[in-house]
């Protein structure tokens, strides 16, 4: 429904009501069919053109009818009115409360869907009178969402679809379901405590890892869990990241068993007695990103005025966290070392003992972090280690490729003790290469420029995503590509529109299942093109989509 809103408003002014443009072949048909009319009608009057009034009558009535049918073709594009709102040109800044504070003047909002990457949102009014008053304002007046203008217009969506049957005030209840978008970093209770709990007292947090990273957060009332999702929805953790996307749950109490980084229950602090340093000191929501090879610690709230975070006065207030930052910590350092993940190597076993080398292992684990060494183990047959360039790297890695099948092997990925990889006992593998290779300086490398945080973390799906390919490269040439190297083919096949000042190629690839897009990225990514007329090559690289299929 996010694609189908993304293009559903035409700018700002004078095309508020008017939908998505027509597919050029439902426009060529229409106006065939209107020439055809036009024809007709000239037709018709030619018997009756005695003299000239006569035939000015004529001429005039058939432009007027010409006139009334373009009317009424374009009356039938003009979007329906809705109870559903299509709010465009929101600023990051913008979370649930800001428009609930903005628009419920024009009448009761029943429910906020946030669309915080495309900077979007539907809402949608209990009544159809209430959407009428604001998309009609909206037409006539600039309306702000946190002093930046937004645009409105009809949804081609009656109501909201609801994930849960949370939509109505009776049925609401004190669990929030909070899934986590591009979780660029680790997200733990500590972290999910420290956001949540100026807003509302949490009882307890639960995290699981099946559709992405999400998790449920108890808090202590209904009121607690509406303020949380008014104030958070559509926020990130940290910047740029960890997007909060909220929404009721169905249980209305969590279970817990054990006090760790997955659940909490913090109103039984026994069940397991927490580290000396950890917990709810941990610094989250404002910071830049955790402390890392990133960059040094960035200051906490008090909320600047265009944070995200800034909702209602009310909220404001709840949202105004103190300095959490424990005396303790001395050093980035220490704060490190009190962290989930205590090493920067992850451990990798089930691996192909004939297909897997160390350039393959780096072609998929650089898509979590930057890969520094890979070294197979003589003494442990299908096993390497990968020192990444931080622990959350390696805990990206582990939370994403754990379990995933890679030339019918499972693989297991693990943290491993060891604190660096020593180039030690150096051996060839099956297809020829050295067993350790060194990918420091590699430019294939991805969070290393500044514009490192717009990778999008991603676990392994059917879809890939390629770009930096030659311009001309086609798709029977992708084929032959995948034939060439014994990789899974594609059965389908998608380019995207590229700029006339682009040198380069994007677009997806769709595979029959899961395991032949990873392995085909495995085998093929950063692979390079030589085409005629170019001093350097071009070297392809491949991800995995957001897309679930073309």
Same mark, same amino acid.
């Given at each position: 429904?996010?694609?189908?809103?993304?293009?559903?408003?035409?700018?700002?002014?004078?095309?508020?009501?008017?939908?998505?443009?027509?597919?050029?072949?439902?426009?060529?048909?229409?106006?065939?069919?209107?020439?055809?009319?036009?024809?007709?009608?000239?037709?018709?009057?030619?018997?009756?053109?005695?003299?000239?009034?006569?035939?000015?009558?004529?001429?005039?009535?058939?432009?007027? /009818?010409?006139?009334?049918?373009?009317?009424?073709?374009?009356?039938?594009?003009?979007?329906?009115?809705?109870?559903?709102?299509?709010?465009?040109?929101?600023?990051?800044?913008?979370?649930?409360?800001?428009?609930?504070? #903005?628009?419920?003047?024009?009448?009761?909002?029943?429910?906020?869907?946030?669309?915080?990457?495309? /900077?979007?949102?539907?809402?949608?009014?209990?009544? %159809?009178?209430?959407?009428?008053?604001?998309?009609?304002?909206?037409?006539?007046?600039?309306?702000?969402?946190?002093?930046?203008?937004?645009?409105?217009? !009809?949804?081609?969506?009656?109501?909201?679809?609801?994930?849960?049957?949370?939509?109505?005030?009776?049925?609401?209840?004190?669990?929030?379901? %909070?899934?986590?978008?591009?979780?660029?970093?680790?997200?733990?209770?500590?972290? %999910?405590?420290?956001?949540?709990?100026?807003?509302?007292?949490?009882?307890?947090?639960?995290? @699981?890892?099946?559709?992405?990273?999400?998790?449920?957060?108890?808090?202590? $009332?209904?009121?607690?869990?509406?303020?949380?999702?008014?104030?958070?929805?559509?926020?990130?953790?940290?910047?740029?990241?960890?997007?909060?996307?909220?929404?009721?749950?169905?249980?209305?109490?969590?279970?817990?068993?054990?006090?760790?980084?997955?659940?909490?229950?913090?109103?039984?602090?026994?069940?397991?007695?927490?580290?000396?340093?950890?917990?709810?000191?941990?610094?989250?929501?404002?910071?830049? =990103?955790? $402390?890392?090879?990133?960059?040094?610690?960035?200051?906490?709230?008090?909320?600047?005025?265009? $944070?995200?975070?800034?909702?209602?006065?009310?909220?404001?207030?709840?949202?105004?966290?103190?300095?959490?930052?424990?005396?303790?910590?001395?050093?980035?350092?220490?704060?490190?070392?009190? =962290?989930?993940?205590?090493?920067?190597?992850?451990?990798?076993?089930?691996?192909?003992?004939?297909?897997?080398?160390?350039?393959?292992?780096?072609?998929?684990?650089?898509?979590?972090?930057?890969?520094?060494?890979?070294?197979?183990?003589?003494?442990?047959?299908?096993?390497?280690?990968?020192?990444?360039?931080?622990?959350?790297?390696?805990?990206?890695?582990?939370? =994403?490729?754990?379990?995933?099948?890679?030339?019918?092997?499972?693989?297991? #990925?693990?943290?491993?003790?060891?604190?660096?990889?020593?180039?030690?006992?150096?051996?060839?593998?099956?297809?020829?290469?050295?067993?350790?290779?060194?990918?420091?300086?590699?430019?294939?490398?991805? @969070?290393?420029?500044?514009?490192?945080?717009?990778?999008?973390?991603?676990?392994?799906?059917?879809?890939?995503?390629?770009?930096?390919?030659?311009?001309?490269?086609?798709?029977?040439?992708?084929?032959?590509?995948?034939?060439?190297?014994?990789?899974?083919?594609?059965?389908?096949?998608?380019? @995207?529109?590229?700029?006339? $000042?682009?040198?380069?190629?994007?677009?997806?690839?769709?595979?029959?299942?899961?395991?032949?897009?990873?392995?085909?990225?495995?085998?093929?990514?950063?692979?390079?093109?030589?085409?005629?007329?170019?001093?350097?090559?071009?070297?392809?690289?491949?991800? !995995?989509?957001?897309?679930?299929? %073309?």
């Amino acid at each position: 429904m996010e694609d189908k809103e993304a293009g559903g408003g035409q700018g700002g002014d004078g095309g508020l009501y008017r939908s998505a443009k027509r597919p050029r072949t439902e426009q060529v048909e229409q106006e065939a069919g209107e020439r055809d009319l036009e024809e007709g009608e000239e037709k018709e009057e030619e018997p009756g053109s005695a003299d000239e009034d006569a035939a000015g009558s004529g001429w005039s009535d058939s432009r007027s /009818r010409r006139s009334a049918r373009k009317d009424s073709v374009r009356d039938s594009h003009l979007i329906p009115p809705s109870c559903v709102v299509h709010v465009r040109g929101l600023c990051d800044a913008v979370v649930e409360a800001d428009l609930v504070e #903005v628009l419920e003047k024009f009448g009761n909002i029943c429910y906020v869907m946030m669309m915080p990457f495309k /900077r979007q949102a539907l809402v949608e009014f209990d009544s %159809l009178e209430s959407a009428e008053r604001c998309v009609r304002h909206g037409g006539s007046e600039p309306i702000f969402i946190a002093n930046q203008q937004a645009f409105f217009n !009809f949804s081609t969506s009656q109501r909201i679809t609801r994930p849960t049957n949370a939509d109505d005030p009776s049925s609401r209840n004190k669990v929030l379901l %909070l899934s986590i978008q591009n979780p660029l970093y680790p997200i733990s209770t500590d972290v %999910l405590y420290t956001v949540c709990n100026p807003v509302g007292n949490v009882q307890r947090i639960v995290i @699981f890892k099946r559709n992405g990273i999400q998790a449920m957060v108890e808090f202590q $009332s209904v009121e607690d869990a509406q303020k949380a999702k008014m104030a958070l929805n559509g926020a990130d953790i940290y910047s740029g990241c960890c997007t909060l996307k909220i929404e009721y749950a169905r249980p209305n109490r969590l279970n817990v068993v054990r006090n760790d980084t997955s659940s909490w229950d913090y109103t039984k602090p026994f069940l397991l007695h927490r580290d000396p340093g950890k917990g709810r000191h941990r610094q989250a929501i404002l910071g830049e =990103h955790p $402390s890392n090879g990133y960059g040094p610690h960035c200051p906490l709230l008090p909320l600047p005025p265009n $944070s995200r975070y800034r909702g209602s006065h009310e909220v404001q207030e709840l949202v105004s966290y103190k300095h959490l930052l424990p005396k303790t910590f001395s050093s980035s350092s220490s704060l490190r070392s009190t =962290h989930l993940g205590t090493s920067a190597v992850a451990m990798v076993s089930g691996l192909h003992p004939n297909k897997m080398n160390c350039s393959r292992i780096f072609n998929l684990f650089c898509l979590y972090g930057n890969v520094e060494k890979v070294k197979f183990m003589k003494s442990v047959p299908g096993t390497a280690l990968v020192e990444m360039a931080d622990e959350y790297a390696v805990d990206r890695a582990v939370t =994403h490729l754990n379990s995933t099948k890679v030339f019918g092997k499972k693989l297991n #990925v693990c943290v491993s003790r060891q604190q660096a990889v020593i180039p030690s006992q150096v051996f060839e593998l099956a297809d020829g290469s050295s067993s350790y290779q060194d990918f420091s300086l590699t430019r294939n490398n991805r @969070f290393s420029s500044a514009h490192g945080h717009r990778n999008i973390i991603q676990p392994p799906t059917a879809v890939l995503h390629f770009y930096n390919a030659p311009p001309t490269l086609t798709q029977q040439q992708l084929l032959n590509f995948c034939s060439e190297n014994d990789a899974p083919a594609f059965t389908k096949y998608k380019v @995207f529109d590229a700029k006339p $000042s682009s040198k380069t190629l994007s677009g997806l690839l769709e595979f029959d299942c899961k395991a032949a897009a990873v392995e085909a990225l495995t085998v093929l990514n950063h692979h390079q093109f030589r085409i005629t007329g170019s001093s350097n090559p071009f070297t392809i690289k491949l991800c !995995f989509s957001t897309s679930t299929h %073309l």
